[in-house]
């Protein structure tokens, strides 16, 4: 079995390429055969661009990740594989690592697939947790009336987690129409931008569109003392918000959201790795296989890239590792 290891690694703003290098397996640690990764467009995005703040070099490093974001960087949080090397042999496993054809992890970083999620569909999993994440941020509660803003992989499943909660009526909100079938499989309602506006009435918001006008929709939604969840992640980007206005007389309240932390609320009791491990167990609905807009080989990853990234349609796009 060959040592070497192929990785995507990011060399520059907007350019990307496999490169080869011996695979460093530490004493104890597992060796994984990558099944698939995911791409999560709105965060890798911002990486191959070089919207990094310097500010957030050390806070954004992805558990895995080499390289920095000055360039070079491999990059990436969303792994499925088999254990090749260790207790583990055998066994498929979800971690946080970049795209590449092997790697190395503690057995503390690799989670085992629950037997009702395929491992096609386990590369939402670090998705799922990120919205579950936001879930307690939000707080929704039994008969809620919720709006999500952007209906990406994250807002999306935000939307199908909250339409879980009973009594509640969610309301997915996105510029593309085309949303509106995933709306309606996730048991939400939908509405474009332009038409959520005209009744201020939710009890919870959030925001999931990394965009100004998004942001704004969603404080335009906010009914009196409710509060709006700021789930995006605008790099180095500028972001005017309005706190004229309604704001104020409202009394909103603007959370932020970032899933680096656990939320007070459950820190006490709650530990990355069950976080982790209840976002895979979320993921045995075979109705969350809409979120993959997309699939493509490894090899043809460096081509492909920038397009996945730059296309609007993108939500979860898989990359799939041998056969």
């Not at 941020?137 to 909660?165: E, F, I, N």
């Not at 709306?183 to 925001?207: E, K, L, N, Y």
């Not at 942001?215 to 700021?230: F, P, R, W």
């Not at 069950?274 to 976002?279: I, K, N, P, V, Y």
């Amino acid at each position: 079995m060959s040592q070497d290891v192929r990785a995507l690694w990011i060399t520059a703003p907007l350019h990307a390429e496999l490169a080869r290098a011996p695979l460093d397996a530490k004493p104890g640690h597992l060796v994984i055969e990558t099944l698939f990764t995911g791409i999560s467009r709105g965060t890798e995005r911002l990486v191959f661009q070089g919207r990094v703040p310097e500010s957030e070099h050390e806070t954004m490093r992805a558990p895995f990740q080499e390289g920095n974001f000055s360039f070079p960087v491999k990059y990436g949080y969303s792994a499925v594989g088999r254990v090749s090397v260790g207790p583990q042999a055998g066994q498929v496993i979800f971690a946080l690592s970049p795209h590449q054809t092997r790697f190395c992890c503690p057995p503390d970083a690799a989670v085992p697939l629950p037997d009702a999620v395929p491992p096609e569909r386990a590369v939402l999993a670090a998705n799922m947790e990120t919205a579950l994440n936001i879930m307690w941020d939000a707080r929704v509660l039994p008969g809620d009336r919720v709006a999500v803003v952007g209906a990406g992989t994250v807002g999306a499943l935000v939307g199908y987690l909250a339409a879980r909660v009973p009594g509640t009526d969610v309301c997915l909100i996105d510029v593309d129409e085309g949303r509106a079938d995933l709306a309606a499989r996730f048991g939400c309602r939908f509405a474009t931008s332009d038409r959520a506006v005209g009744g201020a009435d939710a009890d919870v918001v959030i925001h999931a569109s990394a965009s100004e006008a998004g942001l704004g929709t969603a404080l335009a939604l906010a009914g009196c003392e409710a509060t709006v969840i700021e789930a995006s992640w605008y790099g180095a980007g500028r972001t005017s918000v309005a706190l004229g206005g309604v704001f104020h007389q409202r009394r909103l309240r603007l959370v932020a959201s970032q899933v680096g932390r656990i939320p007070a609320s459950h820190a006490a009791r709650w530990t990355y790795r069950r976080r982790l491990e209840t976002a895979l167990r979320l993921l045995s609905d075979p109705v969350l296989d809409a979120l993959i807009s997309g699939e493509c080989r490894f090899e043809d990853l460096p081509r492909d890239y920038a397009a996945i990234l730059d296309a609007p349609g993108t939500l979860c796009h898989r990359v799939r590792y041998g056969g």
